[in-house]
């Protein structure tokens, strides 16, 4: 017996063993409590938790780079003459991109392994070729070998940005889903804080022309890549994906796992035969769509691009664009370089001042996905962060032309690079509690099961597409002005919070089916969202009524 078939054996015959899966509160507690932590059980966190070192490792790659680009060791290693700014800020610039552009090829290249394998089969694989990337960049022994450990890292990255928000959202109930989806934000802030202390840690004790200096961070960058390969195949699919393959009994004991109840019970029963009539009633809009504009492969790809679905992917494209535009990655990147540019003069205070930076949004992550996303919904919290990110960031533009780069001393701190400092971490502070989680749980959510996996990767492309734009120009932008590239991304965070006012409607409490009655109404308003839903609803029973063998 191979591996596979003991880990797929080992998997049915847990499905069988255990029906229904303790709650992590004893169910007294319920009675007095309505916080959604209350209702999850351990195979929902555990497959939640495991699932989302994805993020970790995104994060831990996003914040990592920062300390390599000001390692002596590693300039020497590859050849990086930091005397010469213009080509330092051209090489850094291409490191950072050349994972996007990974990760941007990843997420498209998902939706096909999404589709076919399922979610869980195309995480662990996702996992199995970070790996082999992350393992190139640590024994890179030039620019090339490097180059290419960060594009094959970026196929493995890309894909599970896109893999792992629908997975989550796919297990989630409506009411966990905020906090759930947030875990994929958390760990990134966790893997990005993570990835600073390193920095700080190995640069604090290791010699700076020891080539151990940058290989560490490598190599703990690596290790949640590996995890995941192992743990994954554990794991359960998700119901959704199991009804979409018609494994609609193991679709019910997965179901009850995560919901606490048993396999008959009639709640579980009702929760199957919902996602069934929304795959049944997409299903005849793919052979609708067939009919009208011919079938064959691409019909999955019409259905995206259709009428029906445009509005949304319009909608979760744009949150994805205006994420990256937020200014977050320039700090998450550069943030050494920023605060050297702001006036500390050392690389102990200027990984020191990133570490905080990390901690700050890794807290603040916390807070926000646990207690705010589900209480208070999406668009509140995408509006009032884009408003303050803008305030904060227009803020630092002012500090920095006030004490520019080319006037710092060595040993002088001037009083407005503390204060640029303090709106660094105030803008961290609202990222997290909004443009941080909330697009990449809108996007898992908003689509229907036939195009989640299509629309969710061409949103997630999006994201990349822009954050390889940022990588690659911000650090000439920040050669040019400081205060110019902050003032530039915080006018942008100005246009993203006037864009959620007008157009993106509040999906808080909805399940992943109404979300298809919500968007699909032609005369959808923000404030008529419970009539459309019910519109909507009656609509999904007349079929059902004609079609009574439908969802069975």
Known sequence: MNLFSFIRSFHQSSFVASEQQPLLFHPSKRKHEKH??????????????????????????????????????????????????IKEAGINGNIVAILQIGCLVGSLAATTTADK??????????????????????????????????????FG?????????????????????????????????????????????????????????????????????????IGMPFLFETPRCLCAQNKVDQARIVVSRVRGLEVNDPKVHEEIDHIQNGILLLQTSMVDIAAKKGGGRLAGWRMVFSRQNRRRLLIGSALQMFQQLTGTNIINYFSPQIYRSIGLSSNTSELLATGVYGLVKMSVTLIGFSFLV???????????????????????????SIRPPSTIGDSTIHPASYLAITFLYIFAVFFSLSWGPIPWIYC????????RAKSTSITTAVNWILNAAVGKFSPLLLVSSTWGTFLFYGLWNVVMAIFCLAFVPETKGKTLEEMDMLFSSNHYTIKGEESVIEEEQQRVQGYINVNPSSGK
């Open 117 to 154: 394998l399922g979610r869980k089969w195309s995480i662990t694989i996702a996992s199995g070729i970070f790996t082999v990337g992350g393992i190139l960049q640590i024994i890179g022994d030039g620019l090339p070998t490097f180059y290419a450990g960060r594009l094959i890292a970026g």
């Open 374 to 400: 589900d209480r208070y919904g999406r668009r509140k919290l995408l509006i009032g962060g884009g408003v303050f990110q803008a305030l904060s960031l227009i803020a630092v533009a002012i500090c920095a």
């Open 157 to 229: 990255v890309g894909a599970m940005s896109m893999l792992v928000p629908v997975y989550v959202a796919e297990i989630a109930h409506q009411n966990q889903r905020g906090i759930l989806g947030g875990l994929w934000q958390f760990f990134i802030a966790a893997g990005l804080a993570m990835s600073y202390w390193t920095n700080f840690a190995v640069q604090s004790h290791v010699d700076h022309t020891d080539n151990a200096l940058w290989r560490i961070p490598l190599i703990v960058q690596t290790a949640p890549g590996i995890i995941m390969l």
């Open 444 to 451: 898992s959510e908003i689509y229907p099961m036939w195009m």
């Open 36 to 85: 959604p932590l209350l209702d999850m059980t351990v195979w929902t966190v555990a497959a939640a938790l495991v699932s989302c070192l994805g993020g970790f490792l995104f994060g831990f790659d996003l914040g990592v780079v920062g300390g390599l680009f000001i390692a002596p060791s590693f300039q020497t290693h590859f050849g990086i003459d930091p005397n010469d700014k």
